[in-house]
């Protein structure tokens, strides 16, 4: 029998799998209120491999003028949803259930680079790991894994 999907999508799922399957480059990420906070744009994709630049606004700046680690991790962890998202079906989702970000240096104001891939999507659960480097990719600031639950959309 087949599989019946339900009618509803997750609007961020559907613009991510079009933007990877038509190869689009430099697409600004607009369509999630996460994404577009953070002043997301998904500047390439191959295969399952997404690199996403993220800005990083003063307002998330500590006293001593670094990123917080919160914001990192957010970037890293949209990243990897992305990842996610963007090969799922119609009618798909997910949620972070499992979430480890380990930092490496300190981030200062301004754009980060979120090279994000799924390692593996089922029907239940994914699996994504990321890198977020400085805006010249020439630093490492942090990664991550993450696993995801995969989930019709309720509509």
Same mark, same amino acid.
């Given at each position: 029998?087949?599989?019946?999907?339900?009618?509803?999508?997750?609007?961020?799922?559907?613009?991510?799998?079009?933007? $990877?399957?038509? !190869?689009?480059r430099?697409?600004? /990420?607009?369509?999630?209120? =996460?994404?577009?906070? +953070? *002043?997301? @744009?998904?500047?390439?994709?191959?295969?399952?491999?997404?690199?996403?630049?993220?800005t990083?606004?003063?307002?998330?700046?500590?006293?001593?003028?670094? $990123?917080?680690g !919160?914001?990192?991790?957010?970037? /890293?962890?949209?990243?990897? =949803?992305?990842?996610? +998202? *963007?090969? @799922?079906?119609?009618?798909?989702?997910?949620?972070?259930?499992?979430?480890?970000?380990?930092?490496?240096?300190?981030?200062?104001?301004?754009?980060?680079?979120?090279?994000?891939?799924?390692?593996?999507?089922?029907?239940?659960?994914?699996? =994504?790991?990321?890198? +977020?480097?400085?805006?010249?990719?020439?630093?490492?600031?942090?990664?991550?894994?993450?696993?995801?639950?995969?989930?019709?959309?309720?509509?």
């Amino acid at each position: 029998m087949p599989e019946t999907l339900p009618a509803a999508d997750n609007p961020t799922r559907a613009y991510m799998a079009d933007a $990877v399957a038509s !190869g689009r480059r430099h697409v600004p /990420l607009t369509v999630n209120p =996460a994404l577009a906070s +953070l *002043s997301a @744009l998904l500047v390439e994709s191959a295969g399952k491999e997404l690199v996403i630049r993220f800005t990083a606004p003063r307002t998330a700046t500590q006293g001593n003028g670094v $990123v917080g680690g !919160g914001t990192l991790a957010n970037m /890293l962890d949209l990243a990897m =949803a992305m990842s996610v +998202l *963007s090969q @799922l079906k119609p009618g798909y989702t997910c949620t972070t259930i499992s979430l480890t970000v380990n930092m490496q240096s300190a981030g200062q104001e301004g754009h980060f680079i979120a090279v994000a891939e799924a390692d593996r999507v089922g029907r239940q659960i994914a699996f =994504a790991h990321a890198k +977020l480097y400085d805006a010249g990719r020439s630093r490492l600031v942090a990664n991550a894994t993450s696993a995801l639950a995969v989930m019709p959309v309720r509509p």
